[in-house]
């Protein structure tokens, strides 16, 4: 990843001027006139745990453990109100009357209606934009947005939006429904801001962190974030927010959960340094606090699962710091995850892993998606562990150095990551001695009688090479997969012929392993049928 320039100052979402329509605007960065908005909301979207509070609005709201950091998908108009009212309960015993809302989008946001809607290319529904502007030109790009919206209304009292059909996480398998959406109402983020901070929460600082979905934030994003927390009491609570709630909620939540870790380390640290509390009631106070086990789960002591991947090692091999630094962030990322471990939606470690075994049960055509997105989920947690490693280097200071500058004084993991992301095995190896086999039995003069020891050992072939996958859906879909294809890359020409003739003949078909067998035993004799 580039090193992207760190801004003078963090950017503030919502001052003075962005809400006043007659203040003559900078040129646009790009021009949205023909991008149509596409609403944030569609089926299936809430992915939290059942039990979790639910907040109308306010789709996959949660809280860390222990921390006062919370992440929600785009609530509604009405629902920012209530996660803020919700937030500012909770705190208030702690004396904290600040909240901060740190959005992590790059991409502008309207409300219509009172709903959150988001500009597409019109020719890519299915992503939010993937932009690289300084967010001055972002904050200005929504406004701008904001009021061709505006204008369209007003010319055709409706606007034509689009909406997911469900949640899908390879984009090749969205679809989206076009609506015409009659207009009552439209609102730029930066109204909705400056509104909340007019009735009833005057101290509500917002952010824009512009990150990529599902890419990790950049370097100059961690020190966006940094900035916003780093003078504030550890106990000032703080909101994260993108689309779903998902990836880029779910990395801010991470960082900001380590630099308020730090910050409270660090006081009760100088504590015992003046010997006010001694050093292990320190220690107990730390390791209660921060390190507790969490909840064991079946797959824990698999390596890819623990992050173990090539590139990481490499890491963890060339600049030993970040052996503590991925420890660290390990715990975080846990706690910030899907339960029994965490109150989240995603693990950002072993999502790697687990977008790989879809990866391994695709089709050609979807592959290709799924690979990009496994590379970015390298690269994000490469980065997340570079930054706990500066972290607990530079966080007890203060964070006198910034992490671009860290970063630039070890310019070599830029190219590790780089050259070192897609370091992983694409393609199964198969056992060619079993293979070989298999192709003798199919080959075999009286193959049809022993056509149950074919099908018991093609079952074993697929079950020896997905050995590493945890048992569930996934893994028998490959197994399945895997075995028809073996079947029809072992079958002798003539009734391979035969077979993929039938099949042709009836696409309704299906190419599942039974289904294949049948034809086997049915169309191999040479008769026809």
Not at 47 to 68: C, L, M, T, W, Y
Not at 452 to 457: A, C, E, M, P
Request: proline share 5%; charged share 30%.
């Amino acid at each position: 990843m580039a090193a992207e320039e760190a801004p003078s100052e963090i950017p503030v979402e919502g001052e003075e001027g962005a809400e006043n329509s007659e203040v003559v605007l900078p040129p646009p960065c790009m021009d949205l006139t023909d991008f149509p908005p596409k609403i944030d909301f569609f089926d299936n979207m809430v992915a939290i745990d059942d039990k979790a509070e639910k907040i109308d609005g306010a789709n996959n709201f949660r809280q860390v453990s222990g921390f006062p950091v919370f992440g929600t998908g785009q609530t509604t108009e009405e629902g920012f109100l209530k996660v803020l009212d919700n937030v500012k309960a909770l705190h208030a015993e702690e004396g904290s009357e600040k909240l901060l809302w740190l959005n992590m989008r790059r991409e502008p946001v309207v409300y219509l209606n009172g709903k959150p809607f988001a500009p597409r290319n019109p020719e890519d529904l299915h992503r939010n934009l993937d932009i690289s502007f300084s967010t001055e030109e972002l904050d200005n790009l929504e406004i701008h947005y904001t009021n061709i919206l505006k204008s369209q209304a007003e010319k055709e009292k409706s606007i034509k939006t689009f909406r997911d059909q469900a949640f899908a996480e390879n984009p090749m398998d969205r679809e989206a429904v076009e609506d015409v959406l009659k207009v009552v109402s439209i609102k730029g983020l930066y109204e909705i801001y400056a509104n909340l901070k007019e009735n009833g929460f005057p101290n509500l600082t917002c952010f824009r962190i512009p990150v990529t979905e599902e890419r990790s934030a950049g370097e100059s994003c961690f020190d966006m974030m940094t900035e916003a927390l780093k003078n504030e009491p550890a106990s000032t609570p703080c909101i994260f927010t993108d689309q779903m709630g998902r990836g880029r909620t779910t990395g801010g939540m991470v960082a900001a959960c380590l630099i308020k870790e730090i910050q409270i380390t660090s006081e009760l640290r100088k504590m015992e340094d003046i010997d006010l509390v001694s050093k292990s009631t320190v220690d107990d106070l730390i390791h209660q606090k921060f390190e507790g086990v969490l909840p064991k789960c079946q797959d824990d002591d698999d390596p890819f699962i623990k992050g173990e991947f090539d590139v990481i090692k490499e890491l963890l091999e060339k600049v030993p710091a970040t052996v503590e630094g991925k420890r660290k962030i390990d715990h975080i990322i846990d706690m910030c995850g899907p339960v029994p471990k965490g109150t989240g939606l995603q693990n950002l470690r072993e999502c790697i892993i687990e977008t790989k075994w879809k990866y391994d049960v695709a089709t050609e055509d979807k592959q290709v998606a799924w690979k990009a997105l496994i590379l970015n989920f390298m690269e994000r947690y490469f980065y997340l562990i570079c930054f706990a490693t500066y972290a607990l280097e530079h966080g007890p200071g203060g964070y006198q150095k910034a992490f671009t500058s860290w970063m630039d004084d070890h310019k070599e993991l830029r190219t590790m990551i780089e050259e070192g992301k897609d370091k992983l095995e694409w393609y199964r190896t198969v056992d060619a001695a079993k293979l070989e086999h298999l192709k003798d039995l199919i080959n075999a003069p009286n193959y049809k009688e022993n056509l149950g020891v074919l099908i018991r050992t093609i079952y074993d072939f697929a079950f020896v090479t997905y050995a590493d996958l945890p048992r569930g859906a996934i893994k028998n879909n490959s197994m399945r997969r895997l075995a028809a294809t073996t079947l029809m890359e072992i079958l002798p020409p003539d009734i391979a012929e035969r077979v993929n003739k039938k099949l042709e003949e009836d696409p309704s078909n299906s190419h599942d392993f039974l289904s294949l067998v049948g034809l086997v035993s049915y169309y191999g004799s040479g008769e026809d049928h």
